[in-house]
């Protein structure tokens, strides 16, 4: 259908209202928190949720048994522990639990979780295969991934690195580590001697669980090293745990020590976050980012597509403009990882490449983020419309990347819960969806011969996990 007027949605202006209620009084176990502690970083990582029973003892009468027994079963099979800042819980609509967007993010519900996608891998991103020592991934030619520790203030259901984040659960044994200087050395010195190496995303885990000490540590070692040009210090914090910004003086102290060493060599300092959803947005987000805007720190925003979360057009629209009206820019949106215990927040490709066109245009350009797909096997982040073939029928899309690893092949997979029912029966027979996989690839290189085949063939059964 062609569309005659602007959308409203476009034109809104609530993108400029932040919310500024006492929202955390609501839930019957902080009813009487003052604003000044609900402001301070302290309260909320002492008064964080983190068990089971804890999510019953602050919400009381508010939530039903028969949710507790859900998300008990829920966590009894996915990869992430509970951690959940009193920021993030009290902004859920505890009247409305089962759709709300953050609690989709952070308390997994076993009545709405499907079993993974045949391909499904742990390490869906070969972060682990591209690395050269340990704690560090190099893929990119100038560019790594730097994780020196892998705790964080909250724990996401869709973590793309749910094999190590955040301690064992039932369903997956972790080796978790926490910040240790004396660990990073080997990465540390790998960085030094690899002078293609300009850039280095310090990630984990959270920046925020590091201390003033390990921001400095890590900062002064990379900033004295000349070919480094930028370094980026990875917290989903502003999302969720906006007032360690605005309270934790010693924090912020050496950070913005390390942003401006940073500025006196010529060697950009910056933070990425991790907002997701509108609703993460409220006043305190606001502060935080006044602060970090007027020290002059550029914020950029890396958010997860997922269904029910920020799928719909009009939401995602208005988190583009509520993270460019408090000056963060809204870098990228990722087609979610082909991770475990995820497959009910995954999207198609094909939605995130119709999302990326409805929000094309609502502001301007640079505050409008790039829809990728990180091809799994370490193909690296690929613009959504840049794929080879895309079978939409079966959900297979095939990728190239040039730049990273110019002789091989990427496959992504849609979820299965997203095709229809012939599809279905395909993809569950072993033979027959190996079958549509060479199809595809075939369509892109027919001339493949019997070696590479084999080659995809092993990466299919042995390399990806395939569900029995
Ligand atoms: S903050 Fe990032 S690293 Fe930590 S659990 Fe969430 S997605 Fe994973």
Request: aromatic share 10%; net charge negative.
């Amino acid at each position: 259908m062609i569309q005659s007027e602007p959308r409203s949605a476009a034109f809104s202006l609530e993108h400029r209202e932040f919310r500024d209620d006492e929202f955390w009084q609501e839930i019957p176990g902080w009813k009487d928190v003052s604003r000044e502690d609900f402001g301070n970083y302290l309260w909320q990582a002492k008064n964080s949720v983190k068990k089971l029973k804890e999510v019953k003892e602050v919400l009381g009468e508010r939530i039903s048994d028969k949710l507790i027994a859900d998300i008990e079963a829920g966590l009894r099979i996915a990869p992430m522990n509970i951690r959940i800042t009193p920021y993030v819980f009290a902004l859920i609509d505890w009247d409305n639990p089962i759709e709300d967007p953050l609690r989709k993010q952070f308390l997994p519900l076993a009545s709405q979780m499907l079993p993974d996608h045949p391909y499904y891998l742990a390490d869906s991103l070969y972060e682990d295969v591209d690395s050269p020592v340990p704690m560090l991934t190099h893929r990119y030619p100038d560019k790594v991934l730097f994780l020196p520790l892998t705790t964080c203030p909250v724990y996401c259901s869709y973590c793309t690195r749910s094999r190590i984040i955040g301690g064992s659960t039932d369903a997956v044994e972790k080796h978790t580590y926490g910040a240790n200087a004396a660990k990073w050395e080997t990465a540390l010195q790998y960085i030094e001697e690899t002078p293609q190496i300009e850039d280095v995303v310090i990630s984990g885990g959270d920046a925020f669980n590091m201390t003033a000490k390990h921001i400095r540590h890590i900062g002064e070692r990379l900033l004295g090293i000349d070919h480094i040009r930028r370094i980026r210090y990875a917290t989903k914090g502003i999302a969720i745990l906006p007032q360690k910004i605005t309270t934790d003086e010693s924090w912020m102290e050496a950070f913005l020590e390390m942003h401006r060493l940073g500025q006196s060599r010529g060697q950009q300092v910056v933070i990425h976050t991790h907002f997701s959803s509108p609703i993460e947005v409220t006043q305190w987000s606001k502060n935080a980012m006044d602060r970090l805007f007027a020290e002059g720190v550029i914020v950029r925003n890396q958010a997860v597509l997922q269904e029910g979360v920020n799928s719909d057009e009009n939401v995602m629209m208005s988190l583009t403009k509520s993270l460019s009206y408090m000056n963060i820019q809204p870098y990228y949106v990722y087609i979610h990882d082909m991770v475990p215990g995820c497959e009910h927040l995954r999207t198609t490709l094909g939605q995130g490449v119709e999302l990326e066109k409805q929000v094309r245009g609502i502001t301007a350009g640079f505050n409008v983020p790039t829809f990728v797909c990180d091809a799994p096997g370490g193909g690296g982040k690929r613009h959504v419309a840049s794929y080879e073939y895309y079978d939409t029928e079966n959900g297979i899309s095939i990728w190239r990347a040039p730049n990273v690893k110019p002789n091989e092949l990427f496959v992504y997979f849609d979820p299965l819960c997203k095709l229809d029912a012939a599809a279905n029966k395909r993809w569950s027979d072993s033979a027959s969806r190996e079958r549509m996989v060479f199809d595809a690839i075939s369509k892109v290189d027919s001339e493949l011969g019997a070696s590479e085949r084999e080659k995809i063939s092993e990466r299919l059964e042995k390399t990806y996990h395939v569900s029995k």
